[in-house]
């Protein structure tokens, strides 16, 4: 599969219309944390389209640091806080209230970890064959700690929520890192993103779900 500038923008696209759908669905305010999680991802995925346009063409190399920074923040550090704080929010039994908690507390570390190493290292991306390769030096010494701490703070709280279906959104998360990590490897953080941007479509199937109204007996 080959990517480009028009399909990150057309991702971005679709996941606005997204947004506005899930935004639709909800009837109270703290789902909306839950809701905008494919406005986050349109965000993110419009940040990449303009990093290959730096990586590609001359006349946008001015913008090519900031919307890769703009496109790391949201990929290393906003969904460690975003997803296991949304479901967090929408946890109404106590013992898995818990559990979130920690989880949030392992995602506050990894976002920290991850914010400082941005920050403290020049981060670049790289064209090659058609995907972009982020080189992102800070995360090779504890690649393994930090990418179990991620898994734990945005995939692991999908299947600790007790929100109808909402593991169908851990399953496809964690199914699509595992075909990134198979078949993309050089370029998870980018492909990965792409693909979970994609999957957050999920998110209106439980936000419909969770807002259903009952039936009522005649």
Not at 22 to 39: D, S
Not at 42 to 52: K, L, N, R, T
Not at 133 to 159: D, K, M, W
């Amino acid at each position: 599969m080959c990517f480009s500038a028009t399909a990150s923008f057309g991702a971005g696209i679709l996941l606005s219309a997204t947004a506005v759908v899930a935004m639709k669905k909800t009837k109270e305010p703290k789902q909306r944390v839950f809701a905008a999680i494919p406005l986050l991802f349109a965000v993110q995925q419009i940040a990449e389209g303009f990093v290959w346009l730096g990586l590609l063409h001359q006349e946008f190399k001015g913008g090519l640091q900031l919307a890769t920074y703009i496109f790391l923040i949201f990929a290393q550090v906003v969904w460690a806080l975003w997803i296991p704080l949304s479901l967090l929010l929408l946890e109404k039994e106590p013992h898995r209230k818990r559990i979130l908690q920690v989880l949030l507390g392992a995602g506050i570390g990894v976002a920290i970890y991850h914010g400082y190493g941005l920050f403290s290292h020049t981060v670049t991306g790289t064209d090659v064959d058609c995907h972009i390769h982020y080189n992102v030096q800070y995360l090779s010494e504890y690649r393994l700690l930090s990418g179990a701490g991620y898994g734990l703070a945005t995939i692991v709280p999908c299947f600790i929520s007790g929100v109808k279906r909402m593991w169908w959104l851990g399953a496809a998360f964690l199914l699509s890192y595992i075909a990134t990590q198979f078949y993309y490897d050089y370029y998870v953080v980018s492909i990965w993103c792409y693909f979970a941007a994609l999957l957050s479509v999920i998110v209106i199937v439980i936000l419909h779900g969770m807002n259903k109204q009952p039936a009522t007996v005649a």
